[in-house]
């Protein structure tokens, strides 16, 4: 059914039904979906563990743990390798560290050395400490992991930067963020 609405002569009628189809659709934009997880509940704890960060920074072994890491610095990204300096994915570069530093080997990807770490609350986190994150299409899949050198900064391999430093506490950290962990002594 076609309505034909002469403008100048309905102005008012025009109007209402202008505010009428304007809050249909303002409604239907404020529905939540759960689809993908529910990202938007998610994202606010998410945030709330990041603010609850407060890195423990008297801790020997974490300090050396990242004084090792740090070594990595600009060593670009290799998927399946851990070679300081010629390339390394972000679960081969975690496992050489703490490797060298501790003599722990790790298991070769992030989603293993998840498992393997106790999991921690972020009040608990100390430096030196893995923070885990699902970068990948599934969203509750571990599938990338960084050494926490403060309350706000990991470094990491990055696919499209080799290994650097960044901010958990950016969007899209905040975002993919799954846990912290503590690799067993």
Known sequence: MLISINYRSNKSVFAIILACLISI???SSCHTSNKGGGHSVRKHKKE???SDLKVDENNK????IVKEAMKWMGTPYKYASS???EGTDCS???MATYLEVTGIKLPRNSA????FCENIPAEKVKIGDLCFFATGKDPNK???VGIMIDE???IHASTSKGVVTSKITTPYYIRTFIQFGRVPD
């Open 112 to 115: 293993k050395q998840a498992e």
């Open 83 to 85: 070679e300081i300096g």
């Open 25 to 27: 659709v303002s409604l």
């Open 61 to 64: 072994r974490g300090k050396k």
């Open 92 to 94: 081969g570069m975690v």
């Open 48 to 50: 709330n563990v990041i």
């Open 152 to 154: 706000e900064t990991f």
């Open 142 to 144: 571990i599938s990338h």
